[in-house]
């Protein structure tokens, strides 16, 4: 065992290694030591963004309430922090870092529109995140949002596939609004077409995590939702998975409507397509493409015109078996133009 | 009434408390243990605190991080109150010391914490019917430290002479 003695009153000069969870090849993890470049560790701040402690998360934004203060123990593999929200907080950091490299060089994704980002722990909030952990993105705040705290599994916030996941959010704000932290084109729609997009957002986001990490169970270490689980055969989406104008807005907002059931028939799909051309990095290049076609078109009522525009970039050699692939999972779907 | 008490007892005990820890992040409620030895009031008097807390925080097999916290200090305090009962408004220095562990896969670290600061504190004094000498004590208490501020509320029982 190594002992340290830390004098709060004059702290050692932080350097070298801090250690994370983290994931290895085969989806488990473990501490490590991982060097982050130009982290500042006890503020938990770097290139990519800040983290802040409580606050206030309100519709009109998210006040900070101070910045994070993580003590360190030093040892031989690096600084260890002292509890478990730093080490929480530095694994989230790291996984952004990983996630950030590996949109980037797989899916050519420009996120540079995203840092620096805020990211606020724990705040008080008027949406439900406190009832349970939980990591997010919020879309149009220019913030992730962690909440600690409630599982017994791997901390969702560093949980590799939930960062990427809630990183590819931020992407598809990118995306569609050309921007991050910038005015929400839905925010005039009714609430089934905010539904709609909503079902596609989070289906882009499980299908970045699956097919960065190439782990369809990227969830597992923290949740066992086997509903979640991406490229599942029962993954198809049937008509009552739609929001719907004829939905009550107040029922809906009531009860909540699901986005994740459809959102898992979407990733699915981009599932099926990596494995029909064995091209990981193409498929998110195609994925990310019909992303910004769909916004383009501001179709934000039909996420289906997100699977047509997919199936209109997949290569030639494999469009058969992935309109074939397209009719397992949206059997409403007739031969889309594409698939002609 | 009058609202000083210059024959009150001195006192000596020992109770339970929450203790919310400031961490790096946030704060925490772990629980707590407090011991006290006051002097009598004249009305002015004064206390010894020593506290310790504990909290345990388990992922399955990734981790275990456990922290110590022990928070002594010394109050110099203004009592007043009906005779039954005192409040006892005292402040002064204190020290918390953390003991840190942390541990998974091959990962195994300890520390130590040395935290200066301040301590002020609200405690009612008071005698268990029928069962002189003894007393009863709640209290709430902040201790800003550097790294952060610590909350508590907490209740005891001691004697009183």
């Given at each position: 065992m190594w002992l340290a003695v830390v004098l709060t009153a004059c702290a050692p000069a932080w350097d070298g290694p801090v250690v994370v969870l983290q994931r290895d090849e085969a989806g488990d993890y473990a501490l490590g030591p991982r060097d982050l470049d130009e982290f500042d560790a006890v503020r938990v701040s770097g290139a990519l963004g800040t983290a802040w402690r409580g606050g206030q998360l309100q519709t009109d934004g998210y006040s900070a309430g101070g910045r994070v203060r993580v003590r360190g123990l030093s040892t031989p593999d690096g600084w260890v922090a002292a509890d478990e929200d730093g080490l929480v907080l530095w694994s989230f950091y790291h996984a952004l870092s990983d996630g950030e490299v590996a949109l980037t060089e797989l899916?050519?994704?420009?996120?540079?529109?995203?840092?620096p980002v805020d990211i606020a722990w724990n705040p008080v909030s008027?949406?439900?995140?406190?009832?349970a952990e939980n990591a997010a993105f919020a879309n149009g705040m220019h913030l992730f949002l962690l909440m600690p705290d409630?599982?017994?599994?791997?901390?969702l916030a560093a949980n590799a596939g939930v960062v990427r996941h809630e990183l590819a959010h931020a992407w598809f704000e990118i995306l569609t609004t050309?921007?991050?932290?910038?005015?929400?084109?839905?925010?005039?729609?009714?609430v089934w077409v905010i539904q709609s997009a909503r079902a596609l957002n989070e289906g882009f986001a499980d299908a970045v995590a699956a097919l960065s990490l190439d782990d369809p169970r990227f969830l597992e270490p923290s949740l066992d939702l086997p509903s979640r689980v991406v490229g599942r055969t029962a993954a198809v989406a049937r008509p009552e998975d739609y929001p719907s104008p004829d939905d009550d807005p107040l029922l809906d907002l009531l009860l909540g409507y699901d986005p994740y059931v459809l959102g898992t028939v979407y990733a699915s799909f981009a599932w099926d397509l990596a494995v029909l051309t064995g091209d990981r990095a193409g498929t998110l290049v195609q994925l990310a493409d019909a992303l910004a076609a769909w916004a383009e078109e501001a179709?934000?009522?039909?996420?289906d015109r997100w699977v047509v525009l997919t199936l209109e970039r997949v290569p030639v050699a494999v469009r058969s078996d992935a309109c074939a692939a397209a009719a397992l999972r949206f059997p409403h779907l007739e031969d889309p133009p594409p698939c002609r | 009434m009058p609202l000083t008490l210059p024959d009150a007892p001195a006192s000596a005990g020992v109770g339970l408390e929450g203790l919310a820890v400031a961490t790096s992040a946030r704060h925490q409620v772990d629980p707590g243990v407090r011991a006290w030895v006051s002097s009598a009031p004249r009305p002015w008097a004064v206390t010894a605190e020593a506290g310790f807390s504990w909290r345990t925080d388990a992922r399955a097999a990734l981790y275990t991080s456990r922290t110590f916290t022990t928070t002594v200090a010394g109050l110099a305090e203004v009592a007043a109150g009906p005779h039954a009962v005192v409040a006892r408004l005292g402040v002064g220095p204190a020290l918390v010391v953390q003991r840190a562990t942390v541990a998974g896969g091959t990962v195994e670290a300890a520390g130590w914490t040395l935290a200066p600061g301040a301590r002020a504190r609200l405690a009612f004094d008071g005698p268990v019917p029928w069962l002189d000498p003894a007393g009863w004590q709640v209290r709430v208490g902040a201790t800003p430290r550097v790294g952060g501020t610590d909350w508590d509320v907490g209740a005891g029982v001691g004697v009183r002479w």
């Open positions: 899916g050519g994704a420009d996120l540079d529109p995203l840092w008027i949406y439900d995140f406190a009832a409630r599982l017994d599994g791997v901390p050309g921007t991050s932290g910038g005015p929400d084109p839905l925010r005039a729609e009714p179709a934000w009522g039909d996420p | -």
